[in-house]
């Protein structure tokens, strides 16, 4: 693998026959997460794919004329003319590598992937998730001098690295942008010695024999497993949604209502955590309309009547969202009557969507005692139906989902481990 500067750009890509590109910056959780990867794999593809590095920040102007406006971007080249998708972000393995194989004739891909052996190795504590609960759990493990690791198939953070600003985790007087919170815990648990596997492949898990294969070729065999894999909002998957989260649509009242002061906004959904919510949002917006999808609502008795009580709220029953669009500073909801299918647009200053949660435990094969909603079920030690499988935050069955409610299980996991390892 070579690093070169824009001068060599032409020789050293341009002129082979196949390349693959890193565009890298210091500073940069998903280049750090990145860079053993591309390592890896430039020892399995390297003899037939020119692998290259470039600091972005020291080759800017080549960087634009490629488009590549963030760290890391991956770029592949066949004879001279770039090639496949611009990967950025989280990049996976399996991502690149499915792209390095497009560039490989059939027999050539089968000479490379003999190459590839597995791999196994071995902690006291494997941590599935690398949010606000996993990141806490690690560095109390770590710091009691327990060999620990943290899965996560994105980066770590969580939920966390999403929100606009976090001001209720105490220690910190003025609002903080999430993304810095997630990235101090992350480093605290670097520093604390943690090691961290970052956008993987989670291939399977056996929680009856405390395996996690990632990748699928490394085998991690742990004494204990933590699962903090979190909970996803329900998306609505319609047009706009994923492209405007975050800028214009949120998934959390208690985090973003207050950014809407006197302004106008949709809620999407009827039931309990829709209208409880819109409850809370009406203290901050000018008005709210409340798009459901039946006739009535589905919250309980108490909660729909404070709801008609309320002034700022505007129900528009029997329709659905069809699409999301952000104009100016405004977005735009495209609602359908669903009885007689006419469309009509909603202009607000953002958008609220409590369309529920659900678990992220997609993973997890076995019989593990969960909940009606499926959230897992813990003891008080935050041990789960299954013998040293322990879960924490918001993948478990409890009645408050908050990064400190979060913190605070994954503190009990670790401890009650400490005290079974030690
Ligand atoms: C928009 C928004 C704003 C919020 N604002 C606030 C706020 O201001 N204050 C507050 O206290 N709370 C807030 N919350 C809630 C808070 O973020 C969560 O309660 C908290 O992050 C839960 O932490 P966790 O570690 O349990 O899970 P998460 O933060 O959900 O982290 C779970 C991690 O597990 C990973 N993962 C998922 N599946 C797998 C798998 N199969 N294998 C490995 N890893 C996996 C994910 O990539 C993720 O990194 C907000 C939530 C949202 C969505």
Redesign the pocket.
Known sequence: MLEIQSEDFEREVLQKERAVVDFYSTECPPCEALAPKFEELSRLYGDKIHFVKIFRQGNRELASRLGVSSSPTVLFFKNGKQTGEVLTGAIKKSDISRHLDSLLSADEQLVVHARIKPVQSSCDVLI????????TASIYLAQAKLKTVV???????????????????PGFPDPLA?YELAYRMTEQAKKAGVVMRLAVD?TS?DLNNKQVIIDDNETLVAKRIII??????RPLNIPGEKELK?KGI???A???AKYYQNKEVVVIGGGNSAVEESDFISRFVASITMVHQFDALTANKEAQEKCFANEKIKILFLHEPRAFEKKEDKIITLVEHLPTGEKKQLVSDGVFVFAGMRP?L??IKEKIAMDEWGYIKTDDDMHTSIAGVFA????VSKKY??????VA??TIAAMAISKELQ
């Open positions: 599935l998730g690398g949010g606000p609960a996993a990141l899965v996560d198939t994105g980066l770590a953070g969580g939920q966390v690295s999403f929100t606009h600003k976090v001001s209720n985790y999430g989670v898990v903090a894999t979190g909970a996803s909002p975050g949120s998934y959390c208690t985090c973003d992220n997609e993973m924490a935050g918001d993948v989902r908050q990064i400190t409610t979060a299980d994954g």
